[in-house]
T-cell receptor, first 114, second 115 residues
Framework: AQSVTQPDIHITVSEGASLELRCNYS??????LFWYVQSPGQGLQLLLK??????LVQGIKGFEAEFKRSQSSFNLRKPSVHWSDAAEYFCAVALIQGAQKLVFGQGTRLTINP | DAGVIQSPRHEVTEMGQEVTLRCKPISGHDYLFWYRQTMMRGLELLIYFNNNVPIDDSGMPEDRFSAKMPNASFSTLKIQPSEPRDSAVYFCASSLTLAGGYEQFFGPGTRLTVL
């Protein structure tokens, strides 16, 4: 069965430090890949997505993600975090056929220390 | 555009009562999704529609849950009768086929508490 794993439930980093959030997926083929962010009390907002082509994808708010087929991973990175980045981050995948249906990981809660 | 609109934002009800959650998708979007988010189960897809037609309702937990989309600009999710375990945040999302790149736009959610 298709699945998405975010190994880290909670991560704490200091403001200005670099960030990497992990995401692994289990599918027979390369799916479409997404990262969403959820600020407290709000809905989810798309940060970036990967369909094909360049495996390093740039998103909003200074985030990027790299697709690694050999590792079935799509990790999210940011070189220097800001206090406003504190939120919950969700990785999601969609099969190319039926791509409208997303499967979400359990999420990673990011806390920023001042 | 105002984005996806959900109402109410908060709902507190007693066990056994009927609950109706409402959603207005982004104008022109042809897909609409209902999700439920809890600490235990994370974000779950309940049902989704394409051009007002239900496509996949395999995530609907049981017969107490029903969803309708009478037109392109309105959808409801109804729980009857409600139970305490239905307490969760319910999100509505919409998307646009192909040209929209499959991005789903989420509403702010309805926080449901069943006492």
């Amino acid at each position: 069965a298709q699945s998405v794993t975010q190994p880290d439930i909670h991560i704490t980093v200091s403001e200005g430090a670099s960030l990497e959030l992990r995401c692994n997926y289990s599918y027979g083929a390369t799916p479409y890949l997404f990262w969403y962010v959820q600020s407290p009390g709000q809905g989810l907002q798309l940060l970036l997505k990967y369909f094909s082509g360049d495996t390093l994808v740039q998103g909003i708010k200074g985030f990027e993600a790299e697709f690694k087929r050999s590792q079935s991973s799509f990790n999210l990175r940011k070189p220097s975090v800001h206090w406003s980045d504190a939120a919950e981050y969700f990785c999601a995948v969609a099969l190319i056929q039926g791509a409208q249906k997303l499967v979400f990981g359990q999420g990673t809660r990011l806390t920023i220390n001042p | 555009d105002a984005g996806v609109i959900q109402s109410p934002r908060h709902e507190v009800t007693e066990m056994g009562q009927e609950v109706t959650l409402r959603c207005k998708p982004i104008s022109g979007h042809d897909y609409l999704f209902w999700y439920r988010q809890t600490m235990m189960r994370g974000l779950e897809l309940l049902i989704y529609f394409n051009n007002n037609v239900p496509i996949d309702d395999s995530g609907m937990p049981e017969d107490r849950f029903s969803a309708k989309m009478p037109n392109a600009s309105f959808s409801t999710l109804k729980i009857q009768p409600s139970e305490p375990r239905d307490s969760a945040v319910y999100f509505c999302a919409s998307s646009l086929t192909l040209a929209g790149g499959y991005e789903q736009f989420f509403g702010p959610g309805t926080r449901l508490t069943v006492l």
